[in-house]
């Protein structure tokens, strides 16, 4: 009888997290890729104009890539910079937070889910 307790419980506790999961799930590849309104021009023109390229410490060409994760709603979050030099780091990623427009989610089979965008930046000084 336990036996069969047990199996009961596991056959409904599985679709149960398997919903939890696919509801926060971050997704790589998705049917209709996040957008910004006025398109990818437009997020860097906003991206530059947050940036503020006078904090940035030491000369020369610098890189990251800032990836973050576009919200089912539009708004993004963890927002994250990888290159080597953090002052430019944490630049890129203030000017990231600066911006208010929402973006356009992605969706997967018509639905809106979260998904991860990523955006190289380089700067010369």
């Known amino acids: 009888m336990k ?10 506790a599985v679709p149960v997290f398997s919903q939890n999961k696919n509801e926060n799930e971050i ?4 049917d209709k890729a996040a957008t910004f309104e006025g398109g ?8 530059a104009k947050n940036f503020n390229i006078n904090k940035v410490i030491g000369k020369g060409s610098f890189h990251t890539e800032i990836t973050f994760i576009v919200e089912r709603d539009g708004t993004i979050s963890n927002i994250k910079a990888t ?15 600066k911006i208010s427009t929402k973006w356009s989610p ?10 991860r ?8 000084i």
């Open 3 to 12: 036996k069969i307790l047990v199996l009961f419980a596991l056959l409904f």
């Open 83 to 97: 290159g080597e030099n953090q002052s430019f780091n944490e630049q890129a990623i203030k000017a990231i937070k």
């Open 117 to 124: 965008f990523r955006f190289p930046s380089t700067v010369n």
């Open 40 to 47: 990818i021009s437009s997020f860097r023109n906003e991206f």
């Open 27 to 30: 997704l790589e590849t998705v």
């Open 106 to 115: 992605a969706k997967v089979k018509g639905t809106e889910v979260r998904s």
